[in-house]
């Protein structure tokens, strides 16, 4: 905006301007070390004037009673987070994960935080947003009431959710940190519940994956609308190379036809997959059942394989999810969901069953050891060694007289004296 549009008052301390498209005046002032706006809500500039006065010795009288405070608000660290975390982490971090971020700030952490001074972020104030989020499933609640939506129902989010949105404001904290903007960091972790139950993640055990690969073969021979023959074929291979690969959804949906090569395994001697993956933890490696290579050539053959076009340009989800409630198969015993992912926990399940070494399955699936102890191998029976459990450890033996053994009652009547006994 031109300096001739600019109206100065009560001697240079105050601005009147226009903003562009705005009808209104706004004004601004320097207070407590921070740039301060507002809008007058006036559209004479005479009017605008007195507002202006009045709003700047307002918050000069706060200032002076200690009730303005001085210093960054959370929401320019969060600001500063998002240009750093955007410029640092590019090529590390994906663009949706970035996004994530954004969105946290935008739809939650803002409108609760945001014109709080960073020294007012207090474990206590944390814990209340944690409380509100659980009661309200939305950090806005305020805005939705006045829309005439307060009265609507809202499900607190997931505990995963929650955890990411306050690890979020963790990092944000650290920021400002960083900057000199907070002396130290405040101890936001949940005081209570401090480790969530872990469950196993749904996958397909053998028996239910033997009914999908069935159903999906019959599906793809049979559709039922000949329109639906080629996203049913297409189907059929995706859940067979997921499952022997162990790749994540976005992995496979990310995949080119120049990115997979069928090699002859050195140790082996069976032709599997080489797979270059681009994913969530950038550029990683992958080898293949050999279950892989036939459904691979399969779609190379069908999708007119050519070294950029995508092995899968889209995933079936609808029809995925109907055969699944047609099999019964969309929910395990403990009610959890089963989806696109479950192929890859199916994938991990069977190497572990199969007594695949963990380390090694880690390190194919770009994940680690302890993910996969934590979330897998707890629920596979088939990872508890039976021999290395049951270990006795070794006792002496000793020889005992009848009557010895008679008075401890180790020995049945008519036992010969001799006989030889362990120890208790």
């Known amino acids: 905006m031109d300096d001739a549009a600019r109206h100065y008052l009560m001697d240079n301390r105050v601005q009147v301007y226009m903003r562009p498209k705005s009808p209104h005046w706004w004004c601004a002032c320097s ?35 200690g009730e303005l405070k001085q210093g ?22 994906s663009p949706i994960y970035v996004k994530g971020h954004k969105d946290r700030i935008k739809n939650h952490l803002n409108p609760f935080f945001g014109d709080r001074v960073l020294s007012e972020i207090t474990p206590g104030l944390v814990q209340d947003y944690r409380i509100h989020r659980m009661k309200t499933g939305k950090a806005r609640s305020v805005q939705m009431s006045a829309n005439g939506n307060g009265g609507a129902q809202h499900n607190p989010p997931a505990r ?66 000949e329109r639906w023959r080629t996203a049913s074929e297409n189907l059929h291979d995706y859940v067979l190379l997921m499952v022997n690969t162990g790749l994540r959804p976005d992995e496979a949906l990310r995949l ?7 090699v002859t395994d050195e140790a082996t001697g069976e032709r599997i997959l080489e797979i270059e993956v681009r994913g ?11 279950g892989a290579v036939l459904p691979f050539e399969r779609l190379k053959k069908r999708n007119n394989g050519q070294p ?3 092995l899968f340009p889209k995933f079936q989800r609808e029809l995925f999810n109907t055969l699944l409630e047609e099999l019964e198969l969309k929910t395990d015993r403990d009610g959890q969901s089963r989806t696109a992912y479950s192929l890859r926990h199916t994938y991990i399940c069977m190497r572990l069953m199969e007594g695949a070494d963990i380390y090694q399955i880690a390190k194919n699936c770009r994940t680690s050891v302890e993910m996969i102890e934590t979330y897998y191998a707890s629920h596979i029976k088939n990872t508890l060694d039976a021999a290395a459990i049951n270990v006795m450890k070794h006792r002496p033996l000793v020889k005992r007289t009848k009557k010895s053994a008679n008075k401890k009652g180790n020995i049945t009547p008519g036992a010969d004296e001799n006989e030889l006994e362990r120890e208790g």
Not at 80 to 93: H, K, L, P, S, Y
């Open 72 to 93: 960054k608000t959370f929401r320019e660290a969060a600001e500063r987070f998002i240009d750093e975390f955007e410029v640092i982490t590019q090529g590390q971090r």
């Open 31 to 65: 207070v407590a070390g921070r740039q301060r706006r507002a809008t007058t809500k006036e559209e004479s500039l005479a009017r605008a004037k007195d507002v202006a006065r009045d709003w700047y010795l307002g918050l000069m009288g706060k200032y002076r009673s």
């Open 280 to 290: 969530k933890r950038g550029v990683g490696f992958c080898k293949s059942m050999p």
């Open 160 to 225: 995963s959710t929650l955890h990411q949105e306050i690890v979020c404001v963790r990092q944000i904290l650290k920021t400002a940190q960083r900057h000199g903007w907070m002396e130290y960091l405040p101890d936001i972790s949940p005081p209570y519940k401090s480790s969530g139950k872990i469950t196993h993640r749904a996958w397909f055990s053998p028996e239910e994956y033997k009914q999908l690969y069935n159903a999906t073969r019959e599906r793809a021979k049979n559709p039922k609308k």
């Open 308 to 310: 950029t076009n995508r």
């Open 256 to 262: 080119e036809f120049r990115d997979v090569a069928i």
